[in-house]
């Protein structure tokens, strides 16, 4: 069986977090939420987390310093001979550089991982970790009277020892079959991010998606086509911004009253933010589901559709996002 | 917050505004600032080129072209309208950026190097290295 861990997911937006938290759920993992690294340590405080995703960069105490914090705590119960709780911390971050990396080992996190979060590396988080928990129940079981004597405390969990295996290779038997049977079910289900434009719903795949933001100030860059809104500036990132209403050919942009967001997609080592009117939810739809397009855009834009999908009473455009980034209008001459 | 390491190396830009659009250009690229019909400028010698055209500004953006802008490129000048000069400003390396990559494709791409951060705004940074190929001049 796989061991329980706890997670604690630190993220300031919302929406992120819920996505972090349902690529966990399908993992089989509970995970509980703080938004800013006041939270964070507060949370780490009152429970043992096997785990903690930090966004590093968060409003008012940022993730290296509620790491700092934590690992400074940790060190003090070690100190008074309480037994140090023993929390793998992950950065969670949009920037790739060295630099950053360095920051965030230096101040005690185990590791960094790029966002967007990426099922594929949670579950190898999510595994070692268990087999972390695993290891340090056995470390107990040893310490306690009767038990032998264990060597160290293992450290946070990083460090995958020779004879780990990963969980649907723990055991094998009925629990694990089922497992692995309800684990190919969740691989067929698609994420999907869904919002509005024009009062119609689209939905991307999430895996595409970088982070959500809201549509901050926009600058005006020369001699670019209209549905190239400029440029944003995301805490010193430069990301282009498209009009998505604009490149599908929708002429008519109702105002919605909502605030407009950016999806800041990623491919092939380019950022470009797409605006959109709201971004609505998060939603996992099964691959099977997603139908042929019936819905219809001009001749030009035909390509851009995926395929839609009943979610509920709402019908969804699915958009084919490499048609759209390899299309003309992605690239300027 | 990221923290920065060690100070960065820092760069001088003259900055200036043609329609909407803040733009800078290296202080060793431009000569001087003019106010136009100020000054007597040899106009055989320095041939003005149009940085509306260069850049592509929509017929639509008003420009006042009120002040020059003398361009030395090597051993050749040129002179530039904009609408106003805004000054000097030093910046750290760290405040420049290049395009971002989808726009560095178009047609910008050839005259703007890099985005310089000034507080709140984003100045578009021109080279007019370019100009001495193209032979100078307007079109």
Known sequence: MDAAISVLVVEDNALNRKVAVSLLEKL??????ARTGEEAVAAVKAKDFDLVLMDIELPGMGGLAATREIRRWQAEKAARGMRRGNI????????????????????????????????EDLQDLVSRRQSGARESSLAAARDAPGGSRAEGDSSAGSEKSEGDER???????????????????AMDLRQMV?????????????????????????????????????????????????????????????????????????NKGIDVGFLVDSVDDVIELPSRSIDPP???????????????AKFGEALIAILNYERIMASD???LK | MIETGARMPQTTIVLFRIGGFLLGAAVDEVEQGLRSGGAAV???????????????????????GRELLLIRVGAQRFLAAVDSVEGLVTLDRSALRPLPPLIAAGRIGRWVWGI??????????????GLAARGGGEG
């Open chain 1, 28 to 33: 089989g993992v509970r995970a509980e939420t």
């Open chain 1, 88 to 119: 793998m911390i992950v950065a969670t971050t949009a920037h790739q550089g060295q630099d950053v990396r360095k920051q965030c080992l230096d101040v005690g996190m185990d590791e960094v991982v790029v966002k967007p979060l990426r099922a």
């Open chain 1, 167 to 185: 969980p649907s290779q723990v055991s094998a038997g009925s629990d694990n079959s089922a497992l692995n049977t309800g684990r190919e079910a």
């Open chain 1, 194 to 266: 869904v919002f509005s434009l024009c009062n119609e719903k689209y939905a991307i795949d999430i895996n595409h998606l970088k982070r959500i933001v809201w549509a901050g100030a926009i600058t005006p860059v020369p001699g670019v086509p209209s549905h190239i809104l400029g440029i944003v500036n995301l805490r010193g990132d430069l990301v282009s911004v498209v009009d998505l209403g604009q490149l599908l050919g929708l002429k008519t942009r109702a105002p919605t009253g909502s605030k407009p967001s950016l999806l800041v997609t990623h």
């Open chain 1, 294 to 308: 019936l819905i219809t855009l001009e001749r030009e834009y035909a390509g851009f559709l995926e395929g839609e």
């Open chain 1, 329 to 331: 209008k992605m690239r």
């Open chain 2, 42 to 64: 040899d106009a055989a010698s320095c041939p003005p080129v149009d940085l509306r055209e260069l850049l592509g500004l929509a017929a639509s953006e008003q420009t006042r």
């Open chain 2, 116 to 129: 310089a951060l000034v507080q709140a705004e984003m100045a578009f940074l021109v080279s007019f290295a």
